[in-house]
Structures are given as C-alpha cells and as structure tokens.
C-alpha cells in the first residue's frame, strides 16, 4: 500500500504494498499455460526461464531487451495503464482490462495480462512492440533497464512479464533523502577520484543537488550511490574560482570540488544493505557536461551548505524554506503539458505531493477537465496528470496536525490514493478541494463513518472493510506513514497447534487497548500517570508510528527502514522475528503497545518472508535474521493471513470489535472516558493537542513536527458515544469475498420442517427484493381534501380512511363502492387504525378528540377527550392506546371496551403521559411494543422506553416536522423523514444518528425492511431507496399531489397509498 506506481527517469514501476493482484474490470486471469496462439519475444534471462517453468503454449523467439524509456509501448503499458487511469489505452480500446503483480515482487517479474474484446487492438499491440524492441536489439549503446517478453493469443489476451535488471533498482529515489529533505535539480556529471594522479579514475554519471546533501549516482550499477552530507562538507568550489575573471587561464570543463570528512556509500555493488560510512577527509571532483551550469550550481551548493551549517533545526528548516519558496516563485506550471489546448485553467498554486517519508515540492494546476502537478525538479516524472471524470472520492488531510492535506482517489473502495497533496497554506487546500468536489458531485456519492456503519451492522460489509473505511476517514493514509491504517491485534494465541476459532480465550480482550492488557505493567503506568505533572499521559509509545509500520514491513520495504533510520537497520533482537515474540512483548514490555496493520488481514504474505535476501543481522544466539517465525498453527505463510482473516470476520470479533473501535476511534479516545479506558497517550498525538501557527520560536516548532512525525498520531475522532454492536443474524455468515455479499448457511430446519415464520419470512424477503417491480392495479377519488390515515381489515375485503374534509369512509374492494361516511366534527382527521377483531375503527381528529366507530352497528361508539391540541397520530397495542398530540406530549391510555350488546362507553385509564417540548407530529411502536418512537415539529426524534415511561434517547435530526418514523423490523434501527428532505438512521441501542441520505425533496411517510425504502414523496412520486448505498433505484409515477398516507400488508406485497390529490392508490407487486 505504500506507493502504487513511482516513475523514475521516465520509467514505471508498479510500487503497491497490500494485495497480490490488482484488477480492473474484475475479469478471470487466464493462467501462463493456458493454449494459445502466440506471438512471443523472450528475455535473455535464462534464470527466469527457470522459475517461471516451460509451459504449453509457447512459442520463443530470440532474446529481445525493452529500452529505457516510457515513451515506448511496452513501458506505457507497464506504466500508463498501471496507473489505472490508462486515457488513450481505453480510448484504443474501452474494454481493456489489466492485472498485474504488486510491487512487493519487484525483483521478481512483473506479470500483466491486458484482455480486450478488440482483438485487432491487441494483435496491432503487439505487433508495435516486437518492431521497437527489435529496433533498439540492433543499439548496441542503449542500456536495458527492462528484459521481458510479450505473447498474444487468441481470444483478445495479451500476456507478458517486465524482468527488472540489476540497474533498475539503482535508480535514485527519494528514499536516498533525509526526512524533510528536499531535491532540487540533477545534472549529468563525471565523478573523478584522485585527479591529476596516475590512479585517476572516472565514472559517469548523475549529480544530485539536494537540500541537506550531494548524491552522485554512476551509471555503472557496480559503483555505490555516493552522499555527502552538506553538514560534513569542508569545502566547495569551483578550481578556476581563483581565476573567475581571467578568460585565458578559465577551465570551462565545468567541474565542482567538494572537500568533506565523511561521505555515505549506498547500495554498493547493487545489494540493498546499511549505508557504509567513510570517514576522514576526501575530495571528490564533479565535471558538468554543461559548463555554463557551473555558477549557479556552486552558489546553490554554498547557499544549501550555509543552512546545513547554522546550529539549530528550526533556522536551518527555515532558511531552506526560504530557497525552496524563491525556486518556486520563479517558475510556474507549463501550461504545454495541459492534455488539450481548449482546456481552461481554474486555479494554479504551490504545493508538494507526499509519499511515504517524503515530500515533493512543485505546482498544482486546476483545469475544467484534469488535476495536474508538476514537480519542482521533474521527478519522478514531469507532470502528474488526473482526469477529474475519474475522480471518486476526495478528502481533506490533516498533515503533521495541520489541516493542509488533500488526498484524492479514483476508486471507490482502494485505501491507496493516487495522489496526496500538501499545500503551503489551508486557503490554496480548501479552494482546490471546492473546485474537484463541486465537479464530481453530481455523479459521486459521498459515504460519512455513520453510512458505512450501518452497512457493517447489517451485514453488507466485512469487519475488515469496516476498518479500512474508518481509517481512511479518519485521515489514515497510506501515504502517511505517522498516519497509517491501524487494525487490531485479535488473535492471542501464538503457542496452540491449533487455533480454535470457537473459543473465546482465542481472541484478545477488544475491550481494553494494549497498554492495558498486563494488569501489572498497567499498575507501573498507573502509579506513573498519577505521580506525572500536566499534560499527563499513560504511554510514551504510541500504538501507531512510522516505526511500528516497518518494523512490520522490512523484509519488502527495507529502503523505507533504512530511510527512516538514517541508513541502518534495527538491531537484529528488535527487528520482527517472531509473531508470538512480539504478541508477547506487547503484552510484557515496558513500552510497546503497538496494534497491527492492514497487511496482516491481506492477502498477500511477502511480508513475512525475506525474498530479497536482505542481510538483517544475527541474533543474540547466532541466528540470522531471515522470514517471519510463524505460530505452530499456521502451516506457512499464506496459511496464516488466511487464518487470520478467518479470525478478523469470526463471530466472536464481530460480537466485539465495536469495543474496539470505541477506544481507537471513538469515545473513549478522549477525555474521562479515555482516562476510565486506560486510553491516555502524549498531547501531541491528537488532532488539536498543539496549534502549530501560535508557535513563533522556529527550533520549537521544528522540534515539536518531528516528534509528531515520529512518534505517530492518533486517529480523527469519528464518534462520541458508544459505538453500537453489529448484528449478528442467527443464519447468517459473513464473507470478505464480496464487499455486498452476505453467505447464507444451511439451516438446520430442514426443508419440510419449515415453519410458519420462516415460510413469512421468505416471502417477506422477495417482496422486498422485487418492490421495484410494484404496480398501480387500481385509484379511486373517495375524499373531498387530503387522506391522511388509512387501514385495512385483515380479510382486506375494506378499507377505512381518513381525510381532512373530516370525514371517515369505508370503501369495499369487492363492489368498488363508498359503504359508509362517518363525520365526527368539522375539523379534519389525522390518522385512523381499526382494533383486533375487526370491529371497532379510531380515529384521530385536530378537535382534540379521539373517535371510537363500532363497525359492526354503524355508529360512533365512544369519544376520548384526551388532549389540548390537536391529536395528530395513535398506535395500539394489547388494549393499549398511545396517542400523540400538537399538545407537546404522547400519552398512553389503558382501554377497557364496554360490552357490546349494551350502551356502555369504554373505560379508559391515563397510565403514562410522554412528556416533549415542542408538538408531536408522529409516533410508532417496535415489534415487541417496549419501545416508541416521536417525532417533533422542529425536528426532534425521541426514543422512550413504555414499560418504565423513561427516554432512552433525543436526538435534534431534522431541520423543520418530522413527518414520519418508524422502526426497522428487527427494532435495531430507527428511520425518520423530515420537512428538511432528509432520511435519518438512528441506532436504537445507542441512540447514535448513524446514517442520512439527501432526496431532492421531502418523502412524507415510508414502509422500510432496514435496507430499503419505499416512500412517498411530496410530487406524489413512489420512490425506491438504496439505504445502504443512499441513493433512488426507482422512481414510480404516482399521485398528482404529496402521497400523504401510506399501509402496507404483513407480506409486503400490496401496497395502498392516499394522496394530497384526495385519491387511493391500490399498488400490487408483479413479479
């Protein structure tokens, strides 16, 4: 995940450190040995014969080398298509799709298997490449950084593999820097040791002029990369300096002397390895190709070499700056480098693109088609280029606490961006933010920590997509190293040659944060903590860091290690030996309380295994550092990411990880809760612990950004009360192969045992997987004014409704008739349901009053004058009536009826009055009748308990009525639609406002499944919602005004609805 593609010297280079295989398009990856027709180039390598094996098939040709340059087909596949944003490839050809390894294999071959439909493309493709490969065969003096071969075969597949030479991985990269180092510009120079004498040597190469060092990489891979670090320089001149104004004595060989006491030799004979220190003074003479280079670059080294030289961090930080900020006020971004001329330029400013441990100053420029930037020194190519049609997510970064970040993604679910930008100042973030986010809107769905949180309660996500979608807005990135996604540490058991998943000693306590897991070690901190002056803080570590990230990552990012550790390695007992080792280290020592990272919960194992043969070191025993010591219960590997996983999606963490995520992410992060967790680390770490800007002092502010880099940071708060439990179906198992598929398990019921409930159930589901196919059977014109409530008898033979014309009326579906209209006063009704039994109708009146109808003898049979306002909505339950009132209060009455063959009323008996502070527009009951819900006029959504007549929870949702709100049918989920066109998710249990969907205009009432949505809108429309995805899957013509009423059967097959338009609608789905 670290970087996906780098450049360097016009060259691509797959750099992704997470999954095997990328894909686009999704497609089968036809195997090596597949049958075919091939057209075939082969490299020179034999040794990749080898590994690879002679499969069927294969046709070979002479030994071909691909040239050093991107601008050539084979490196634009390899490079311009690994970006995923391949424009002219899929203009070639639209249904391209492309797979390729990651860059965790990068002394490996590089396997790409490009598959269209257009099959001409490819064969033309491959036809292009064998006649520029056998073109540059024939150039003698062209250096192969690439070997590889090509194969196109029948069915519109072209395969092929990128074999990297040794001289690939010499390529200068901006590991090769200091943290905070800068590079400004390169030159191609000749290195010449000990001039003028007879063992003069001479090495050509290129001169790299960096803020804090000289770098001078040699052509010949043999020679090491050389760094002076400009701290240790004596000297630096120009021979003829003495002599500037003399033009006969002038050499205008260009050549640079530089005099130092100690210089770095780096990947020496091509081995990645500890950089070699040699110390003592020496000179090192560098001759220009282009002599008239020569001052400037002399006064830029004296410029670099007088900043390096000043004492504190903070000036010598700010006196580079200061150069780096006139660089950048010289130039501008090259308009030439725009992809069309009739492009238009929105906005341009200064900026630096950020990878793992690095920075790279240059320009970004907006236009109405395309996000570019273009480095400083043009690397690790001359402009980076985005279509902002590809664009699908965007978000602002905090980078070293400061909110200067921006990252932007052309894929929906990768945790790697494409690019990550840090601006100079948050005006330049925020308007290039403004200027991407109003182009995609339109087009791009925007998901919130809430949204993605009730995806994972109800299934459609795994705990492992959770977790990445938290971290990713919770500003970790992969291009952050003191931000990377945390995951947790869920296994605890490294000893058993077995792992049982169906014991719960198996698992860590995801309740507790690692520091706290030893009782012992957590007394010390404790009696610490309490002993500590303020700011006080539990840990000195934190559980998060660059150094944690590779400390787990060496075996494939060792440049990143060395980078970070000024060109050494981790002694040899620290590095990562052991899975069980370093499990109990965090449970033992004194400071390390580090979590895991994402790669342990992946697919790919490279991690764990010391492909490249790096030399980390010997042990205290004698025993050399090489793969990962695994637990007895994991048979290699693979076997053990794949267990792990398995322990990721169990049932035990789904039951838990909510716990965990409460303390990383969510309330216990911070504040007493924090404290009562055990959850306390250094100020510094959290977003808000230090405002940079008020620190004037530059050493202090130097100081404080390096220990916020180095120490780690802890994540954006995403919530602030109780994270709720995931639900966890009884017949379900969740899968992490789809990121919407949920596996269904056998049941043990079997078929011809099925119950009742289960059959309900079923056709339930299906009629909500198909209320896309609902239909208008038939519409009647019953009311003067607007329905406002209907019910049904349960043989569905009649329906009652209610208007606001004050009338009650009794359509039969069989005669198609009006049987009976009942008006009870002259003020409008406002909802009406009919008691078990099917005799007696109520309804609820603007009078104040609530209407008892008696079916059975045509009359009103009682009135409850219970309220001070308006009645505006009533639910019944088990002689239980609970009515809502614009009086501000819901109250709950105990009905006794009276007999009925005589005149006696109903007894009614005031048991709970529900007390609010503005008027109640709509109430519901959940399936098991425990709790209500209701829904004020100014927005208010509260959730009562009605056995004890307690609030659970009140939550301001909307902005303006709440028009409606019911429960999901497992009660877990609360659904409300308000006069602000919004739909709100609360979580029952916690009371937590988990997701909200935008329509483009108010939905009056809705029935719901806790997935989707059938609501009625204020244009008469039925509309179908998407929760999970939060956005309309069908629209269905409807009324001619707002569909006011809405009722639906136990089987959720038939559908009636009542408009503003005085109309019925009988809708009946059609499968």
Same mark, same amino acid.
């Given at each position: 995940?670290?970087?996906?593609?780098?450049?360097?010297?016009?060259?691509?280079?797959?750099?992704?450190?997470?999954?095997?295989?990328?894909?686009?398009?999704?497609?089968?990856?036809?195997?090596?040995?597949?049958?075919?027709?091939?057209?075939?180039?082969?490299?020179?390598?034999?040794?990749?014969?080898?590994?690879?094996?002679?499969?069927?098939?294969?046709?070979?040709?002479?030994?071909?080398?691909?040239?050093?340059?991107?601008?050539?087909?084979?490196?634009?596949?390899?490079?311009?298509?690994?970006?995923?944003?391949?424009?002219?490839?899929?203009?070639?050809?639209?249904?391209?799709?492309?797979?390729?390894?990651?860059?965790?294999?990068?002394?490996?071959?590089?396997?790409?298997?490009?598959?269209?439909?257009?099959?001409?493309?490819?064969?033309?493709?491959?036809?292009?490449?064998?006649?520029?490969?056998?073109?540059?065969?024939?150039?003698?003096?062209?250096?192969?950084?690439?070997?590889?071969?090509?194969?196109?075969?029948?069915?519109?597949?072209?395969?092929?593999?990128?074999?990297?030479?040794?001289?690939?991985?010499?390529?200068?990269?901006?590991?090769?820097?200091?943290?905070?180092?800068?590079?400004?510009?390169?030159?191609?120079?000749?290195?010449?040791?000990?001039?003028?004498?007879?063992?003069?040597?001479?090495?050509?190469?290129?001169?790299?002029?960096?803020?804090?060092?000289?770098?001078?990489?040699?052509?010949?891979?043999?020679?090491?990369?050389?760094?002076?670090?400009?701290?240790?320089?004596?000297?630096?001149?120009?021979?003829?300096?003495?002599?500037?104004?003399?033009?006969?004595?002038?050499?205008?060989?260009?050549?640079?002397?530089?005099?130092?006491?100690?210089?770095?030799?780096?990947?020496?004979?091509?081995?990645?390895?500890?950089?070699?220190?040699?110390?003592?003074?020496?000179?090192?003479?560098?001759?220009?190709?282009?002599?008239?280079?020569?001052?400037?670059?002399?006064?830029?080294?004296?410029?670099?070499?007088?900043?390096?030289?000043?004492?504190?961090?903070?000036?010598?930080?700010?006196?580079?700056?200061?150069?780096?900020?006139?660089?950048?006020?010289?130039?501008?971004?090259?308009?030439?480098?725009?992809?069309?001329?009739?492009?238009?330029?929105?906005?341009?400013?200064?900026?630096?693109?950020?990878?793992?441990?690095?920075?790279?100053?240059?320009?970004?420029?907006?236009?109405?088609?395309?996000?570019?930037?273009?480095?400083?020194?043009?690397?690790?190519?001359?402009?980076?280029?985005?279509?902002?049609?590809?664009?699908?997510?965007?978000?602002?970064?905090?980078?070293?606490?400061?909110?200067?970040?921006?990252?932007?993604?052309?894929?929906?679910?990768?945790?790697?961006?494409?690019?990550?930008?840090?601006?100079?100042?948050?005006?330049?973030?925020?308007?290039?933010?403004?200027?991407?986010?109003?182009?995609?809107?339109?087009?791009?769905?925007?998901?919130?920590?809430?949204?993605?949180?009730?995806?994972?309660?109800?299934?459609?996500?795994?705990?492992?997509?959770?977790?990445?979608?938290?971290?990713?807005?919770?500003?970790?990135?992969?291009?952050?190293?003191?931000?990377?996604?945390?995951?947790?540490?869920?296994?605890?058991?490294?000893?058993?040659?077995?792992?049982?998943?169906?014991?719960?000693?198996?698992?860590?306590?995801?309740?507790?944060?690692?520091?706290?897991?030893?009782?012992?070690?957590?007394?010390?901190?404790?009696?610490?903590?309490?002993?500590?002056?303020?700011?006080?803080?539990?840990?000195?570590?934190?559980?998060?860091?660059?150094?944690?990230?590779?400390?787990?990552?060496?075996?494939?990012?060792?440049?990143?290690?060395?980078?970070?550790?000024?060109?050494?390695?981790?002694?040899?007992?620290?590095?990562?030996?052991?899975?069980?080792?370093?499990?109990?280290?965090?449970?033992?020592?004194?400071?390390?309380?580090?979590?895991?990272?994402?790669?342990?919960?992946?697919?790919?194992?490279?991690?764990?295994?010391?492909?490249?043969?790096?030399?980390?070191?010997?042990?205290?025993?004698?025993?050399?550092?090489?793969?990962?010591?695994?637990?007895?219960?994991?048979?290699?590997?693979?076997?053990?990411?794949?267990?792990?996983?398995?322990?990721?999606?169990?049932?035990?963490?789904?039951?838990?990880?909510?716990?965990?995520?409460?303390?990383?992410?969510?309330?216990?992060?911070?504040?007493?809760?924090?404290?009562?967790?055990?959850?306390?680390?250094?100020?510094?770490?959290?977003?808000?612990?230090?405002?940079?800007?008020?620190?004037?002092?530059?050493?202090?502010?130097?100081?404080?950004?390096?220990?916020?880099?180095?120490?780690?940071?802890?994540?954006?708060?995403?919530?602030?009360?109780?994270?709720?439990?995931?639900? $966890?179906? &009884? #017949? *379900?198992?969740?899968?992490?192969?789809?990121? /919407?598929?949920?596996? +269904? @398990?056998?049941?043990? %019921?079997?078929?011809?045992?099925?119950?009742?409930?289960?059959?309900?159930?079923?056709?339930?589901?299906?009629?909500?997987?198909? $209320?896309? &196919? #609902? *239909?208008?059977?038939?519409?009647?014109?019953? /009311?003067?004014?607007? +329905? @406002?409530?209907?019910? %049904?008898?349960?043989?569905?033979?009649?329906?009652?409704?209610?208007?606001?014309?004050?009338?009650?009326?009794?359509?039969?579906?069989?005669? &198609?008739?009006?049987?009976?209209?009942?008006?009870?006063?002259?003020?409008?009704?406002?909802?009406?349901?009919?008691?078990?039994?099917?005799?007696?109708?109520?309804?609820?009146?603007?009078?104040?009053?609530?209407?008892?109808?008696?079916?059975?003898?045509?009359?009103?049979?009682?009135?409850?004058?219970?309220?001070?306002?308006?009645?505006?909505?009533?639910?019944?339950?088990?002689?239980?009536?609970?009515?809502?009132?614009?009086?501000?209060?819901?109250?709950?009455?105990?009905?006794?009826?009276?007999?009925?063959?005589?005149?006696?009323?109903?007894?009614?008996?005031?048991?709970?009055?529900?007390?609010?502070?503005?008027?109640?527009?709509?109430?519901?009951?959940?399936?098991?009748?425990?709790?209500?819900?209701?829904?004020?006029?100014?927005?208010?959504?509260?959730?009562?308990?009605?056995?004890?007549?307690?609030?659970?929870?009140?939550?301001?949702?909307?902005?303006?009525?709440?028009?409606?709100?019911?429960?999901?049918?497992?009660?877990?989920?609360?659904?409300?639609?308000?006069?602000?066109?919004?739909?709100?998710?609360?979580?029952?249990?916690?009371?937590?406002?988990?997701?909200?969907?935008?329509?483009?205009?108010?939905?009056?009432?809705?029935?719901?499944?806790?997935?989707?949505?059938?609501?009625?809108?204020?244009?008469?429309?039925?509309?179908?919602?998407?929760?999970?995805?939060?956005?309309?899957?069908?629209?269905?013509?409807?009324?001619?005004?707002?569909?006011?009423?809405?009722?639906?059967?136990?089987?959720?097959?038939?559908?009636?609805?009542?408009?503003?338009?005085?109309?019925?609608?009988?809708?009946?789905?059609?499968?």
């Amino acid at each position: 995940m670290l970087e996906k593609v780098l450049s360097r010297r016009n060259l691509y280079e797959v750099r992704a450190i997470g999954q095997r295989r990328w894909c686009l398009g999704g497609t089968r990856v036809p195997s090596l040995g597949e049958q075919g027709s091939p057209v075939v180039s082969r490299c020179k390598n034999q040794g990749a014969s080898r590994q690879r094996g002679r499969t069927a098939g294969w046709s070979h040709a002479s030994p071909v080398q691909i040239p050093d340059a991107a601008s050539y087909t084979a490196l634009f596949i390899v490079g311009f298509a690994l970006n995923l944003r391949c424009n002219s490839l899929s203009t070639l050809s639209p249904t391209l799709k492309l797979k390729v390894l990651p860059w965790w294999r990068w002394r490996l071959p590089i396997h790409f298997i490009l598959e269209s439909e257009t099959a001409s493309f490819l064969a033309s493709l491959t036809a292009e490449l064998l006649r520029r490969l056998a073109a540059f065969q024939r150039k003698q003096t062209v250096k192969s950084w690439f070997e590889g071969y090509f194969m196109a075969k029948k069915g519109g597949i072209l395969e092929g593999a990128i074999f990297m030479t040794e001289s690939l991985d010499r390529l200068f990269t901006l590991l090769l820097l200091n943290l905070e180092e800068y590079y400004f510009e390169q030159h191609t120079a000749n290195h010449i040791i000990n001039k003028g004498c007879r063992d003069e040597r001479k090495f050509r190469g290129s001169l790299k002029i960096c803020s804090k060092s000289i770098i001078f990489e040699a052509d010949d891979n043999i020679q090491p990369i050389i760094k002076i670090p400009l701290r240790d320089c004596i000297s630096i001149k120009a021979p003829e300096d003495n002599e500037a104004n003399n033009p006969f004595t002038r050499d205008t060989s260009g050549g640079i002397s530089v005099v130092c006491n100690q210089v770095f030799l780096i990947k020496e004979r091509n081995i990645i390895a500890p950089y070699k220190p040699v110390r003592g003074r020496t000179e090192h003479f560098f001759q220009l190709d282009v002599a008239g280079k020569l001052g400037d670059v002399v006064q830029t080294l004296h410029q670099l070499y007088r900043a390096s030289c000043l004492d504190k961090m903070g000036d010598q930080a700010a006196m580079i700056t200061a150069i780096l900020q006139s660089r950048l006020a010289r130039t501008s971004f090259d308009k030439n480098r725009f992809q069309s001329i009739s492009e238009t330029l929105h906005m341009e400013c200064k900026a630096e693109m950020v990878t793992p441990l690095v920075t790279n100053p240059g320009h970004v420029c907006v236009t109405d088609a395309n996000l570019y930037f273009q480095p400083l020194n043009g690397y690790p190519k001359p402009v980076v280029q985005i279509t902002l049609q590809n664009v699908r997510r965007i978000y602002k970064r905090r980078h070293g606490l400061m909110p200067l970040g921006l990252e932007v993604f052309c894929t929906e679910n990768d945790l790697c961006s494409d690019i990550y930008l840090k601006f100079y100042n948050c005006q330049d973030r925020d308007e290039l933010y403004f200027l991407i986010a109003t182009y995609i809107e339109n087009h791009i769905t925007e998901h919130t920590a809430e949204s993605y949180m009730l995806q994972w309660q109800r299934g459609h996500i795994s705990n492992y997509q959770y977790l990445l979608h938290l971290n990713n807005l919770a500003d970790r990135s992969c291009n952050d190293l003191s931000q990377y996604p945390v995951f947790p540490w869920i296994i605890a058991d490294y000893s058993s040659s077995v792992l049982d998943l169906t014991k719960p000693e198996t698992f860590r306590d995801l309740s507790k944060p690692i520091g706290a897991m030893n009782k012992e070690r957590l007394d010390r901190l404790l009696t610490r903590y309490q002993e500590m002056p303020e700011p006080k803080f539990m840990y000195g570590s934190h559980y998060s860091s660059p150094g944690y990230v590779l400390f787990y990552l060496v075996r494939v990012a060792p440049e990143y290690m060395l980078c970070l550790q000024n060109g050494k390695f981790d002694h040899a007992d620290r590095m990562f030996n052991s899975l069980a080792e370093t499990w109990k280290n965090c449970l033992d020592g004194a400071t390390d309380f580090k979590e895991l990272i994402p790669e342990f919960y992946e697919n790919d194992s490279s991690f764990l295994v010391n492909s490249l043969k790096l030399d980390l070191g010997k042990r205290q025993g004698g025993k050399m550092v090489e793969d990962v010591e695994l637990p007895p219960w994991a048979s290699g590997p693979d076997d053990f990411l794949q267990k792990s996983q398995e322990a990721l999606e169990s049932q035990y963490v789904s039951e838990h990880l909510h716990e965990w995520i409460d303390i990383i992410f969510g309330y216990k992060q911070k504040g007493s809760d924090a404290v009562a967790a055990h959850n306390v680390f250094h100020p510094l770490t959290y977003e808000g612990g230090v405002d940079l800007n008020s620190i004037m002092d530059p050493n202090e502010k130097v100081a404080l950004l390096t220990q916020i880099l180095e120490f780690g940071q802890t994540p954006k708060q995403l919530f602030t009360i109780p994270h709720p439990r995931r639900i $966890i179906p &009884k #017949l *379900k198992s969740l899968s992490r192969t789809s990121s /919407h598929s949920v596996s +269904i @398990t056998e049941s043990p %019921v079997s078929p011809n045992e099925e119950s009742f409930e289960d059959l309900t159930e079923e056709s339930i589901t299906l009629a909500w997987n198909n $209320i896309a &196919k #609902l *239909k208008l059977d038939e519409q009647y014109k019953i /009311h003067k004014e607007a +329905i @406002t409530g209907i019910a %049904v008898t349960c043989n569905g033979s009649s329906v009652f409704t209610t208007s606001q014309d004050s009338t009650l009326k009794m359509f039969s579906k069989e005669s &198609k008739t009006i049987q009976r209209s009942v008006s009870f006063s002259n003020m409008a009704l406002s909802s009406c349901l009919i008691l078990p039994g099917d005799t007696t109708v109520i309804s609820s009146s603007w009078d104040n009053h609530i209407y008892f109808y008696s079916i059975a003898f045509g009359r009103q049979q009682d009135i409850l004058m219970g309220h001070d306002d308006a009645v505006s909505k009533i639910c019944w339950h088990d002689g239980r009536l609970y009515s809502a009132s614009w009086d501000s209060t819901v109250k709950v009455w105990h009905c006794v009826p009276g007999e009925t063959l005589s005149n006696k009323k109903h007894r009614f008996e005031l048991l709970a009055e529900l007390e609010h502070d503005v008027s109640v527009n709509t109430i519901d009951l959940n399936a098991a009748n425990t709790m209500l819900a209701s829904g004020t006029k100014e927005g208010t959504i509260s959730v009562w308990d009605v056995t004890t007549a307690t609030m659970l929870h009140q939550l301001p949702c909307h902005a303006g009525t709440v028009f409606d709100a019911a429960f999901s049918p497992d009660s877990r989920h609360l659904l409300s639609a308000g006069e602000d066109c919004c739909f709100k998710v609360i979580d029952v249990q916690t009371g937590m406002l988990i997701s909200s969907v935008t329509a483009d205009e108010p939905q009056r009432c809705f029935k719901w499944d806790g997935n989707t949505i059938l609501s009625g809108s204020q244009s008469g429309e039925l509309l179908i919602w998407d929760l999970l995805g939060g956005k309309v899957i069908e629209r269905i013509k409807g009324h001619t005004g707002a569909v006011m009423s809405m009722w639906m059967n136990e089987q959720c097959n038939s559908v009636i609805t009542g408009g503003e338009d005085k109309q019925i609608m009988f809708w009946k789905l059609q499968y």
